[in-house]
């Protein structure tokens, strides 16, 4: 039966996420991490599974606490910080402003709740466009302003003293989603946040090896955190997650490691798509590189025929492509698959 009639007439035009499986045999299209760091699970929790979690995951805001040497009451985790938009959203509403291109969530979801939401383009080097911006800011007097830096799609970080600019002149919050903020060499704005009472940061461990468990935590004014705990569902973060996520702070060592290397492989694959006729990468602090091709559509099939599946985003970006970075050997084959497939064109 067809339910759409009785669906909210904003939801209407809204499609499910995309999340299909295509077999391949280099995954390099969802910005996740090629190493898993293995985890002795818990044999504890397991033996709790009748019971709830803890509603505060007290042990895992502890370990983020001491971790980013910030008090716990500044703390809200969430099931990935896809979770976490929502909440904000929820609790503050629109008018929501971000530029574009950017994360898709912030629109989906501001959209989902049925609230107003603006995006601005970026400049020609896919920074923030600081007058269309601030004059953004003027006119719609947003609740909330989304920055993801380093940026997705784009993988580029947005100038600081642009993003200060914004944060300065807005009165709503501005959340610094600093989703591949461990692949950056920029400082980041956590040494910032006592500064400017309306900065938010977020922060996720998908991105580094831990994609699975969806934990997300976000960092703010105590007062902020307050508000959006009452909209938090109350055992948003499972079990099973809050003890593995742990180890994610236990083997910081690990993580740096594998962190280090996919940087590496970012730039040595940057330096090889360089080389390479009618390929334009542009410069990345994350763990992806987006590309420009003279036909996306034709080298993401040609790609995806020698088994490399990265993501279209032609939709978005004319022509462009975006790749993670995986382990050498994925690469390798990126690189070479890449090289055949742009020179038959
Ligand atoms: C991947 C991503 C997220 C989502 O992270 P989860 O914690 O997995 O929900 C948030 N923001 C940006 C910019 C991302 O690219």
Redesign the pocket.
């Known amino acids: 039966m067809d339910f759409s009639a009785l669906t909210k007439k904003n939801i209407r035009s809204l499609r499910p996420y995309k999340a299909e499986e295509i077999p391949c045999t280099a995954k390099l299209d969802a ?1 996740e991490s090629p190493y898993c760091i293995g985890s002795k699970l818990a044999a504890d929790t397991l033996k709790k599974l009748n019971r709830y979690p803890d509603p505060d995951a007290k042990l895992l805001k502890a370990a983020i606490a001491k971790d980013l040497k910030v008090a716990k009451e500044n703390i809200i985790l ?8 929502y909440y904000l959203i929820v609790t503050f509403g629109g008018p929501v402003l971000f530029p574009v291109p ?2 898709s ?1 912030y629109g989906i979801i501001s959209q989902a709740l049925d609230e107003k939401f603006v995006g601005i383009p970026l400049d020609k080097d896919f920074d923030l466009d600081t007058d269309k911006m601030l004059a953004a800011v003027k006119k719609y007097r947003p609740r909330l302003i989304f920055l ?1 830096s380093p ?2 799609p784009t993988g580029n970080c947005f100038s600081a003293d642009r993003i200060l600019k914004i944060i300065g002149a807005s009165k709503g919050i501005v959340v610094v ?1 600093e ?2 903020q461990p692949f950056s060499s920029e400082k980041g704005f956590l040494p910032l946040l006592g500064d400017y009472a309306n900065l938010t940061i ?1 922060r ?4 580094i090896g831990f ?1 699975a468990l ?3 935590f976000m960092v703010a004014d105590s007062g902020l955190i307050e508000e959006v705990n009452k909209v938090r569902l109350p055992f948003n973060l499972n079990s099973l997650s809050q003890t593995i996520a742990l180890e994610a702070f236990k083997q910081k060592q690990a993580v740096g490691r594998a962190v280090r290397s996919i940087v590496s492989e970012r730039d040595r694959m940057i330096d090889a798509m360089t080389e390479m006729n009618g390929v334009i990468p542009y410069p990345s602090e994350a763990n992806f590189i987006l590309f420009r091709v003279k036909n996306a559509d034709l080298i993401y099939k040609k790609l995806l025929r020698s088994g490399v599946l990265v993501r279209n985003l032609s939709g978005t970006v004319k022509n462009a492509l975006r790749v993670t970075v995986g382990t050498p050997d994925e690469n390798n084959m990126f690189i070479k698959s890449l090289e055949r497939a742009s020179r038959r064109n």
């Open positions: 910005n969430g099931n990935g910080s896809d979770e976490l938009i950017t994360f969530m993801s940026n997705n989603d989703a591949y977020m996720t461990l998908s991105k994609a969806r934990t997300g």
